[in-house]
């Protein structure tokens, strides 16, 4: 069955650093088909998009994360990463990756869609990785 493992979350003091990591299996096609995202949810509140990337590398970051978040995809390793620095408070959550199956690619719009929408639509969740950080 597919499966999406997160890790790498845990507890930082504000203005430090993660890496997460997602690594995928079982999936019905090779993953460099596959558009995948990172997702967190913070105590209280509703799941919100973080950062998106397409097959073809696109990415898409929601305004509260650029430039201190990174997404990237390795896929000789099945495996997404969110590189996170300059940690604050507010970035406390549940981090949850997804995969959607895209043979034909996000189009500029699908990819902010798929932000903004919290990725409503896409295929595979994994159970996600707590991140904390305290001021």
């Known amino acids: 069955q597919v499966q999406l493992v997160e890790s790498g979350g845990g507890s930082v003091q504000a203005e430090g650093s993660l890496r997460l990591s997602c690594v995928s299996s079982?999936?019905?096609?090779?993953?460099?088909?596959?558009?995948m995202g990172w997702f967190r949810q913070a105590p209280g509140k509703e799941r919100e998009g973080v950062a998106l990337i397409t097959k073809s590398g696109v990415t898409n970051y929601v305004d509260s994360v650029k430039h201190r978040f990174s997404i990237s995809r390795d896929n000789a390793k099945n495996t997404l990463y969110l590189h996170m620095k300059n940690l604050k408070p507010e970035d406390t959550a549940e981090y949850y990756c997804?995969?959607?199956?895209?043979?034909?690619?996000?189009?500029?719009?699908?990819?902010?869609?798929?932000?903004?929408?919290?990725?409503?639509?896409?295929?595979?969740w994994g159970k996600g990785t707590l991140v904390t950080i305290s001021s």
């Open positions: 997804a995969a959607e199956y895209c043979p034909n690619d996000y189009s500029p719009l699908l990819l902010r869609v798929r932000l903004s929408s919290a990725g409503r639509g896409m295929q595979y």
């Open positions: 079982g999936l019905d096609f090779i993953y460099s088909e596959y558009c």
